[in-house]
C-alpha cells in the first residue's frame, strides 16, 4: 500500500478545499443549515455538474470517473473540515455504495449513472427503533407477493431521507433474523405507501428522516442481487462509509484545532494572549497529536479499501472508533478554549460540536466499534 497521495489527489484536496472554503464558510453553512432542504441546490448542482464529485467513486462504465476510497476520502475531509451542507455522504457514499456493493451490472446502470451527474439524490435506509449496534439488527419484512415484494415496517435515522428520490432499503424474509434472509431493495421515494417524516436533530447542518413502509410494493427487479448475500453486502457498504465519515470527523477535529489556535493567538486575558499560557498549549497540543493519528487511522482504512483487501472491517472500525473520540474531544476542547462565547451562536465551535456528537453514533459508536476489532482479532487468533 501507498501511504503518500499522489500529485492528481493532492490537486483534488486542493481544489476541493479552495471550492468549499469559498462556497462552504461559516455564513452559507448556517444559510443551508435553516433553509427548508437543508443544502443550497446550486452548489449542488455545481458540485456534481462541473466539479463531478458525485462521480469519483463510480466506475466509468456506469457514468464515474472511475476513481476510488482514496480520492473520496479526500473530498470528505475537506466536507468535514468546512462543514458542507449537502447531500454528498447520503447520496455518495450510503446509496451509491449500497449500490456498488449488492447491485448487478444492470442495476448499476439503471440507478447510478443519475447519482454520478449529481441528478438522484439517494441514500441507504437500514437502521430502526430499538435495534442493535449491528447492522443487520432491523425487523423490516420484504414478503414475496404477485411476482414482486411487499415492504411493511419503519426506517428511522434515515440521512437526508426526506430529500431523497431514490432510497435503498435493507429488509428480510419473513421468520428470518440475524443476517439471515437480508435484501436490499431499490425504492422510489415516490412509490406508493410510503410516508417521509424529517427528524429532529442535534445537528441541524445533517438532516435525518424516519421513513415509513405501509405496504409498499416492488417489483421483483427492485431487489438487488447481491451475489455474496444481501447481509454481507450490507455491511461492505457500511464499512466503506464508516470510512468516508471517518475523514469527515477527521477534518471537522482539523477545523476544531485550527479555530482554537486562531482564538488562543487573538483573545488577551492579563495583558497578554491566552496562547502563552501552559494549559492552553498543552489543550492544543493534545489536540494536534488526536487530529494527526485519528487522519492516519483514516487514511490506512481508505487504502485497505481501495486495495479490496479482507481487514476492510477492521479498518472501518477502527477509523470509526478512534476519529469519533478524537473529533469529540476536540470540538469539546475547542469551547473549552474559546471560553464562554464558545457555545454562543455566534461563534462556529459549537456546530462542530454538535456534528461531533451525532457522527459519533451515526454508524455505530466507539464502544459498538472497538468490540468488534477485538472479535476480528479473536476470530484470527
Known sequence: MNFVFTEEQEELRSAARAFLADHSGSEQVRRAMESEGGFDPEVWKRVGAELGWTAVAIPEDFGGIGLGDVELVALMEG?????FCAPFFST???????????????????HLPGIAEGATLATLAWAEAGSGSEPTDFAMVAERAGGGFVLRGAKRF?????????????????????DDGVGLFVV???????????????DPTRRQAEIVFEGVEVPASARLEAPQGGAAALGEALDRAAIALAAEQVGGAQRCLDLSVAYAKERVQFGRPIGSFQAIKHKCADMMVRVESARSAAYYAACVAAEGAPELARAASLARAYC??????????SIQIHGGVGFTWEYDPHLYFKRAQASELLLGDPTHHRERIARELCSVS
Open 324 to 333: 469519533s473520540e478524537a473529533f469529540f474531544h476536540c470540538a469539546a476542547a
Open 188 to 202: 422510489p421515494a415516490g412509490a406508493k405507501g410510503l410516508r417521509t417524516i424529517p427528524l429532529p436533530t442535534m
Open 92 to 110: 455518495v457514499c450510503l446509496g451509491a455504495g449500497a449500490l456498488l456493493a449488492a447491485g448487478s451490472a444492470q442495476q448499476k446502470e439503471e
Open 79 to 83: 466536507m468535514g473540515e468546512f462543514l
Open 158 to 178: 434515515v440521512v437526508d431521507g426526506a430529500r431523497a428520490e431514490l432510497l435503498v432499503v435493507a429488509a428480510r424474509e419473513p421468520g428470518t433474523r440475524g
